[in-house]
């Protein structure tokens, strides 16, 4: 769908254009500097006073617990190059590598991952399952997925049912939810996406800018091609996040929410939304619960210098457990 000046001017996604413009002047720092900057980063990071907290988060993004040497013919970091496609992959992760010694080998798989590697890999997202240790996890494709909010609206006096916006294309379970719930009372809900053959015109809706979002007292996060993107910025809104549990986990750690603490949970055919939302609505106590504990909950993350260094330990023990 066409994006319209207002959208561009007025959505309250990050500025890509501000975030290329750092990571190519990023480039231009000299190799020595990095590695500098690095080590007084790590020494940093290990006299932390909440170092143990630090290493616990490290250890959950980086979950190899024994040697995993990578296969010899693996690719330094110095291959790594900007690709003609989906360079955020390349300045996110480099923004962290080019701390450590660049003929160090590593493997990264770019994109939207929902399989776990069959060598000890970064990754940006990757799936709930019992072992996912070869899926590294690092703050990748940070302009889209880290967005957080400034919300000035009371959840109170927000409208009292839900509002959903995505692009439903190839995406079954959104698909789903809009067979159920559009059109209802309980849900303003939308297609965003171009015109496809498994997508109902009818569906179609603009675009919907962060701030008219936020106008409602619950926002539907539902996984795309792997995690949910708008759960960020939902969960430090005064908004409440309404979705089915997890099946993927990105840097936001997904996988240590908790259900009715941090969010809504919702069975995942969708069937207990108007019951849910009207028990919330009688239970105003408990959904202010809900938005204290989401809050608590993201703090963390809107310290960047705070993430730049569990990143940066994540890297370390990454090399470190993959030693060629």
């Known amino acids: 769908m066409r994006k319209s000046l207002t959208y561009l001017l007025h959505s309250g996604k990050n500025s890509k254009a501000l975030y290329y413009l750092q ?29 143990p907290l630090l290493k616990q988060k490290i ?3 980086c979950r190899l617990s024994t040697p995993t040497p990578l296969p010899a013919d693996s690719p330094t970091l110095a291959s790594f190059t900007p690709p003609k496609e989906g360079k955020v992959y ?34 940006k997202s990757r799936p709930l399952v019992p072992d996912n240790s070869n899926s590294v996890l690092l703050p990748l494709d940070k302009v889209r997925h880290l967005l957080f909010v400034n919300d000035t609206f009371e959840w109170e ?32 809900c939308g297609d965003v996406a171009r015109p496809s053959a498994d997508v109902l015109p009818e569906w179609r809706k603009p675009l919907m800018t962060i701030s008219n979002h936020l106008k409602y ?24 996040a309404v979705m089915p549990r997890p099946t993927c986990e990105s840097w ?40 204290e504990h989401a809050h608590t909950f993201v703090a963390p993350f809107r310290d960047a210098h705070l993430q730049r260094l569990i990143a940066i330990g994540v890297m370390e023990k990454y090399l470190a457990m993959t030693r060629v």
Request: charge should be negative; aromatic fraction near 16%; include cysteine.
């Open 252 to 291: 936001f750690m997904e996988g240590t929410l908790i259900p009715n603490y941090h969010y809504i949970e919702i069975k995942p055919d969708f069937s207990d939304l108007r019951e849910r939302i009207e028990y919330y609505n009688k239970h105003i106590d408990e959904a202010n619960s809900i938005l």
């Open 90 to 123: 390349y300045f996110d992760s480099y923004y962290v590598y080019r701390h450590f010694p660049l003929n160090r080998h590593w493997q990264i798989c770019p994109g939207d991952i929902t399989y776990v590697p069959q060598v000890p890999s970064i990754v």
């Open 23 to 51: 990571a190519y002047c990023r480039l231009l720092i000299p190799g020595p500097i990095n590695r500098i900057v690095g080590q007084h980063l790590l020494d940093e990071l290990h006299h932390h006073p909440d170092y």
């Open 157 to 188: 006096k927000k409208k009292d049912y839900a509002v959903f916006r995505g692009k439903m294309t190839g995406k079954r379970e959104r698909i789903d939810f809009m067979n159920k719930y559009f059109g209802s009372e309980i849900c303003d």
């Open 59 to 61: 250890d959950y993004y």
């Open 217 to 240: 007292r619950y926002i539907i996060a539902l996984e795309g091609n792997d995690v949910a993107s708008n759960l960020k910025w939902v969960m430090s809104s005064n908004s409440i």
